[in-house]
C-alpha cells in the first residue's frame, strides 16, 4: 500500500500543471501497451487498450475481447487541474526595484498557503507554428513575499490579501522589460522565443512531497486534489485491463474542474459523451450502453480536522488512512444515490479494503465536483467518493499514506464489476 504512495509523489512531482499529468498519464499507459486513439482519426474499435488527449484532459480505456456494441461501461473519472497562480498573457511586470510576474488566481485557492514559497513555473508555450512545447522550471524561480511583521503588527488578527497587489510573485532584481520571462523559458526549452505566440504557464511549489507523523502514516504534497484521483484512477485501469469481461473499463482526467468544469476539456463539455459514444459503438448502441453503465466520480474530500471539528457532521466525518469515503449529498452536490453507494459497498467488500460515509454539515454549503455533471450529461449512473485530506485547496495538502492504496483497490474492482 505504501509503495503506491510513493508512486503517487513521483506521479505529483512529473504533473505541476495538467498537461503534464496528461503527458505522464500517457507515459505509463504506453509502457503497459494502450496506444492512441487520435480524436480527428477514423474510430479503431479493436480490442485493447486505447487513450485520447486533449490538452489537459486525458481519457483511456480497455476494450475486452469480444465486447459487442452496447457492452456497458465502468468509469473512472477524476480531475487534472488543481488551484494555483496562473501567468497573465503579458508577464513581464514589476516594482521598487524588483522585477515580478503577472498572475491571476486560477480556482478556489488557500491565497495565504502560496506566500513564502520556493515556486516554480509550469505549463506550455503555444508556437506560431501551431505546436505546442511543455516547459517545467521545476526549481526555485519564484516567490511571493510576506510583508514583516513589524510592517503590519495586526497581520495575525487576520491575513487580508488583495489578488491585484499582494499575490504577484518576485523573480529577481532590477527593471521589468516585455519579452523576459518568455525568453527565459524558450531558452529551458531550447525554442526561439520570437517563434512563441502565446502560454498557459502556472506555478508551483518545489519542495517534495514527504511523508510525515510518529509512524510516518501521512503524506503532505501539492496538488493531492486531484492526482491522488488521477493517479489512482489510471492504475486501477490498467489492473482492469488485466482482467476486463463483461465491461469496458474507461478512465478520464478532466481539465478545468476548480473552475466549474466549463470548458472544451472540462467535464460540462461534450468531450466525454462523444468518446463514450463511438465506444459504445455509435448512438443507437450507446442508450443500452449507458443504462448498463456506472461512473465513479473520484475527487478527495474533507478529513476531520481537529482544530476544527465543528465544522464536520459528528457522525459523518472522515479521517485519512480510514479508506476512501462515499460522499452523499441529498440536493446532488454529490451524485451517489443508494443503488450506486451499494455499487461502491461491494466494490470495496470484494478489494477488501475500508470505507467511510462523508456527508457535510447541514449549516456548510455543500461543494460538489465532476460527478453531477457527468450523471447530469449522460444519464449514467454515479456514484461520488474521495479520499480524505486535510488543507484542501492549499499549495500543500494531507492525506494518509494508505488511502491512495485503498482508493486504488477499490476503483479495480468498481472498474470490472459485472453486476
Ligand atoms: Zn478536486
Known amino acids: 500500500m505504501t509503495d503506491l504512495a510513493h508512486d503517487l509523489a513521483d506521479f505529483i512531482a512529473a504533473a505541476p500543471t495538467p498537461y503534464h499529468a496528461v503527458a505522464e498519464g500517457v507515459r505509463r499507459l504506453s509502457a503497459a501497451g494502450f496506444s492512441e486513439q487520435p480524436e480527428a482519426g477514423p474510430w479503431d474499435g479493436s480490442s485493447g487498450g486505447r487513450y485520447l488527449v486533449r490538452d489537459g484532459t486525458l481519457l483511456a480505456w480497455f476494450v475486452p475481447e469480444a465486447a459487442p456494441p452496447g457492452t456497458p461501461m465502468r468509469i473512472f473519472a477524476a480531475h487534472t487541474d488543481s488551484p494555483t497562480l496562473k501567468v497573465k498573457p503579458r508577464p513581464d511586470v514589476g516594482a521598487g526595484g524588483w522585477r515580478q510576474v503577472a498572475v491571476e488566481v486560477y480556482g478556489g485557492a488557500l491565497w495565504n498557503s502560496w506566500l513564502d514559497r520556493d515556486l516554480g513555473l509550469a505549463g506550455?508555450?503555444?508556437?506560431?507554428?501551431?505546436?505546442?512545447?511543455?516547459?517545467?522550471?521545476?526549481?526555485?524561480?519564484?516567490?511571493?513575499?510576506?510583508l514583516a511583521i513589524h510592517l503590519d503588527r495586526q497581520v495575525n488578527q487576520g491575513l487580508s490579501l488583495d489578488a491585484q497587489q499582494h499575490l504577484l510573485p518576485v523573480w529577481g532584481l532590477g527593471s521589468p522589460a516585455e519579452g523576459d520571462l518568455i525568453e527565459f523559458l524558450a531558452d529551458e526549452v531550447g525554442v526561439d522565443p520570437d517563434e512563441v505566440a502565446a502560454h498557459d504557464l502556472v506555478v508551483h511549489d518545489v519542495t517534495p512531497?514527504?511523508?510525515?507523523?510518529?509512524?510516518?502514516?501521512?503524506?503532505?504534497?501539492?496538488?493531492?486534489?486531484?492526482?491522488?484521483?488521477?493517479?489512482?484512477?489510471?492504475?486501477?485501469?490498467?489492473?482492469?485491463?488485466?482482467?476486463?469481461?463483461?465491461?469496458?473499463?474507461?478512465?478520464?482526467?478532466?481539465?478545468?474542474?476548480?473552475?466549474?468544469?466549463?470548458?472544451?476539456?472540462?467535464?460540462?463539455?461534450p468531450l466525454l459523451e462523444t468518446v463514450l459514444t463511438r465506444l459504445a459503438g455509435g448512438f443507437d448502441a450507446r442508450g443500452a450502453a449507458f443504462a448498463g453503465s456506472r461512473c465513479l466520480s473520484v475527487d478527495v474530500t474533507h478529513a476531520a480536522h481537529p482544530n476544527y471539528l465543528g465544522h464536520h457532521d459528528p457522525t459523518h466525518r472522515a479521517l485519512p488512512n480510514g479508506g476512501p469515503a462515499l460522499k452523499v449529498n441529498a440536493n446532488q452536490r454529490y451524485a451517489t444515490d443508494a443503488p450506486g453507494a451499494a455499487a461502491w459497498h461491494r466494490a470495496c467488500r470484494d478489494a477488501g479494503v475500508p470505507t467511510q460515509v462523508f456527508v457535510g454539515k447541514n449549516t456548510v454549503p455543500c461543494g460538489t465536483t465532476v460527478g453531477p455533471l457527468i450523471a447530469t450529461r449522460l444519464g449514467i449512473r454515479t456514484v461520488d467518493v474521495g479520499i480524505p485530506v486535510l488543507s484542501m485547496h492549499s499549495a500543500r495538502e494531507l492525506c494518509g499514506v494508505r488511502d491512495p492504496g485503498h482508493l486504488a483497490a477499490a476503483a479495480t474492482a468498481f472498474l470490472t464489476d459485472p453486476v
Not at 506550455?124 to 510576506?146: E, I, K, N, S
Not at 484512477?233 to 485491463?241: C, E, Q, R
Request: charged residues 20%; hydrophobic residues 45%.
Open 124 to 146: 506550455r508555450l503555444a508556437l506560431y507554428d501551431g505546436t505546442t512545447v511543455l516547459v517545467d522550471v521545476h526549481r526555485p524561480l519564484l516567490r511571493v513575499p510576506q
Open 209 to 269: 512531497p514527504a511523508r510525515l507523523g510518529e509512524e510516518e502514516e501521512l503524506l503532505a504534497a501539492p496538488r493531492l486534489d486531484n492526482l491522488a484521483s488521477a493517479h489512482a484512477g489510471l492504475g486501477a485501469l490498467l489492473a482492469a485491463a488485466d482482467d476486463a469481461g463483461g465491461v469496458i473499463p474507461v478512465f478520464v482526467g478532466f481539465d478545468h474542474e476548480e473552475i466549474g468544469s466549463g470548458s472544451a476539456t472540462g467535464a460540462a463539455g
